[in-house]
């Protein structure tokens, strides 16, 4: 089994930039898919940006009008997300999450591991 634990949260003015990540460790020989999702208060969990065991990557179209990067380093197991020109909506507990298939979905049920989230708060 994979264990994934984020990191890089905190609170952040509007237009300050972040950099997640998340560790993978375990079981992680496997082909796995990566991805980030989002969920503010209320609202349910958005798919953000994703990375296939091969590096091919994708950054969900209306996640962040291209302020958002992903990128991995399967030397440290370890996927990130980089987050530019922060806005107060981008307030929300971000979360790592891994799927045993090779494919990039935008499902939070297809993806079979989850991490604890690591919460980012962007103040105006």
């Known amino acids: 089994q994979v264990q994934l634990v984020e990191s890089g949260g905190g609170l952040v003015r509007a237009g300050g930039s972040l950099r997640l990540s998340c560790v993978a460790s375990?079981?992680?020989?496997?082909?796995?898919?990566m991805a980030w999702f989002r969920q503010a208060p209320g609202k349910e969990r958005d798919f953000v940006a994703g990375?296939?065991?091969?590096?091919?990557?994708?950054v969900r179209a209306d996640s962040g009008e291209g302020r958002f990067t992903v990128s991995g380093d399967n030397a440290k197991n370890t996927v990130y997300l980089e987050i530019y020109s922060l806005k107060p909506e981008d307030t929300a507990a971000y979360y790592c999450a891994a799927r045993m298939t090779d494919g990039l979905v935008y499902t939070a049920q297809k993806y079979d591991i989850w991490g604890q989230g690591t919460q980012v708060t962007v103040s105006s």
């Open positions: 990375i296939t065991s091969s590096g091919a990557s994708m």
């Open positions: 375990g079981r992680t020989n496997s082909d796995y898919t």
